[in-house]
């Protein structure tokens, strides 16, 4: 007799008694399994099935070749099987989910580091010009006692190299004056009989980025361009109380540090006010 062809769509565990007793005299099976619920029935039920035929029928050594995987009846019972297309997605989807999500932190872990790194230089630069402002600050106090003349003789917000008439900001209340600085570009001034050394203010090309020497200082002289652009505003402010025609006595600083990371403008900001404390 001819064997024929069996497809279950659905294998329920009330289906199993039906099974061996309607197929007692069949030896070799097709079946294409569609389960609804658990992780690997198959092995389950096939072993159920197994158990069943072989208390009626002697089916060892034959072979049932479902559309998912191959099954192999032993002659001691047991069920030899590979894997199932669902095992196998499963088992990918698992591996995957293993390996993506620490790479993908340590890649997020790695642009955090250098974004804080850049952002950490960022602030010191942006530091560096109030400070270099503050030196020009105090090294002109102290000309005022030095040069030998009167008292306020010597502006507090004289620029170093100009001349006593120079100064760092000499627009109007209210309007910034943009410029580059570095600790590695010095004037000279002649406090009587005393050289005092000072930062060099410059309003040209402020847009020119900071450069790092092989010792790993940040100037413009010399060295290969780094990503960090630096400008400093300074904006003279008249206080309450001053008399007409005196200076001003506060001196409104905006440092700017500018940087491009990954494709992105990045920016740090500090202000500072300096006073005439003498």
């Given at each position: 007799m001819k064997n024929p062809k069996f497809k279950v769509q659905s294998l329920r565990k009330?289906?199993?008694?039906?099974?061996?007793?309607?197929?007692?005299?069949?030896?070799?099976?097709i079946f294409h399994f569609s389960f609804r619920q658990g992780f690997t029935p198959l092995e389950v039920l096939g072993r159920k099935i197994l158990e069943i035929f072989h208390q009626r029928h002697d089916i060892s050594g034959h072979i049932i070749k479902p559309s998912c995987?191959?099954?192999?009846?032993?002659?001691?019972?047991?069920?030899?099987?590979?894997?199932t297309l669902i095992e196998t997605i499963v088992a990918l989807a698992v591996l995957l989910a293993a390996i993506v999500g620490p790479v993908a932190l340590i890649?997020?872990?790695?642009?955090?580091?250098?974004?804080?790194?850049?952002?950490?230089?960022?602030?010191?630069l942006a530091q560096e010009g109030i400070e270099l402002v503050r030196v020009q600050r105090d090294n002109n106090i102290l000309c005022d006692?030095?040069?030998?003349?009167?008292?306020?003789?010597?502006?507090w917000d004289h620029e170093a190299g100009g001349g006593v008439g120079n100064r760092l900001d000499p627009q109007p209340e209210g309007d910034f004056t943009t410029?580059?600085?570095?600790?590695?570009?010095?004037?000279?001034?002649?406090?009587?009989?005393?050289?005092?050394?000072?930062?060099d203010f410059r309003t040209g090309s402020v847009s020119s980025p900071l450069r790092i020497n092989?010792?790993?200082?940040?100037?413009y002289s010399s060295g290969?361009?780094?990503?960090?652009?630096?400008?400093?505003?300074i904006d003279m402010r008249i206080v309450g109380g001053e008399l007409a025609g005196d200076s001003p006595s506060r001196m409104e600083i905006v440092s700017t540090v500018i940087w491009t990371e990954r494709?992105?403008?990045r920016t740090v900001v500090l202000k500072d006010a300096l006073y005439h404390w003498r």
């Open positions: 009330n289906d199993l008694k039906f099974i061996a007793k309607r197929y007692l005299n069949f030896s070799f099976f995987g191959k099954i192999v009846f032993s002659e001691n019972r047991r069920l030899l099987m590979g894997f890649t997020k872990g790695l642009v955090d580091v250098t974004f804080a790194k850049n952002k950490l230089i960022a602030l010191h006692y030095l040069d030998g003349g009167a008292e306020m003789s010597w502006k410029m580059r600085v570095d600790s590695s570009d010095l004037e000279s001034d002649t406090c009587g009989s005393y050289t005092v050394m000072s930062p092989g010792s790993g200082f940040y100037q290969s361009d780094s990503p960090f652009v630096r400008t400093v505003a494709g992105q403008a």
